[in-house]
C-alpha cells in the first residue's frame, strides 16, 4: 500500500461511502479502484469472447433463425 495526497470529490466520496456502507475514505477509494478495475477486465473479457463467437458459424445460423421467426410473424 502505498500513500499518496489527491484531491477527491467530496460528494462523489460521500455517496461511495453511503453506498457500500464503508466507514473510512481509504475503504471508499479503494473499493471503487478495485469496482473500476474489475469493471474494465469484464469488459475486456467480455469483447475477446464476442469476437471468438463472431467467427463460428453457429452464431451466423442462430442470427439467421431469429430473422426468419421476426419475419413469419
Known amino acids: 500500500m502505498s500513500v499518496t495526497q489527491i484531491d477527491i470529490d467530496a460528494a462523489a466520496l460521500e455517496r461511495v461511502m453511503a453506498l457500500a456502507h464503508v466507514r473510512t ?36 445460423d442462430a442470427d439467421r433463425l431469429h430473422e426468419a421467426e421476426k419475419h413469419s410473424r
Open 25 to 60: 475514505k481509504t475503504e471508499a477509494v479503494n473499493l471503487a479502484l478495485n469496482f473500476y478495475a474489475e469493471q474494465q477486465e469484464r469488459a475486456a473479457r467480455i469483447s475477446r469472447h464476442f469476437e471468438r463467437a463472431c467467427e463460428w458459424v453457429a452464431v451466423e
